[in-house]
């Protein structure tokens, strides 16, 4: 029996609920209105400060951009830099910003926030991860918070209950991630050719922030161990961990 293409077609609004959206979307507006221009994923933990509020962590910002003013403006290392946050609100500050990020996912978002933000500046998007060598290992992605994404591996020294409970969970299940396959680079080659490079650019005083979620420990050592006489650099580092980062 031959299909009959309807006609006609109508759509009802109910007025309550229309006039609910109404003011989601005017509240919305007002409380967003100093949000950072950038591309954001809704709902998810570190996008809800940066849309209220306008800033992704504000003391970090204050501190990254602090070393910055007083001649610490050479280079940015963003050492896990998920969609941008750090580096798009102070890249603007440094000559050359780097950002490292293994998940492909946020690379995709990082790509275009870096576009609208880091206009005129010279950065380089590295699309992989910092570990103990070159191979690849699986990124746990929490749903509700890709801030929040680890590696599974010897040289994380966070547990799966810490790593569980910052985000929000009471225990590691796995039904709790997205696990993504990520290619890891070797740390110590790596970090040793960017300081090559910046030292024979002339770029010796600069930031280097680490948010890599169990890793921070073992990426400090390395960038103490290779780190020529040349370079001068404050390290900003998330540590959940209390313990000494010498070896």
Known sequence: MPHKLATSFNYWVDFKRN????????????????????????GDIISLDPIANGSYESDIKALIEHFAANGFDDFLLDIGANIGLSSCQSGQK?????LYE???NCVSILKINANIALRGVNYVIHEYGLGAKREKLQLY???????????KSDVNEYDDDLLSSKDGYGKFK???????????????????EMFESLVSRGLTKGVIKVDAEGYERFIV?????VKPKQIECVIIFENWKIGKLEK
């Open 19 to 42: 006039r609910l959206q109404k003011l989601r979307y005017s509240a919305l507006k007002k409380l967003s209105h100093k949000s950072l221009p950038l591309f954001f994923k809704g």
């Open 94 to 98: 440094f000559k050359e910003v780097h």
């Open 102 to 104: 293994p998940n492909p």
């Open 141 to 151: 992605v929490p749903y509700d918070n890709w801030g929040g994404a680890f590696l």
């Open 174 to 192: 796995k039904e709790n991630y997205d696990i993504i396959e990520v290619q890891i680079e070797d740390a110590k080659k790596s970090i040793a």
């Open 221 to 225: 050592n390395t960038v103490l161990a």
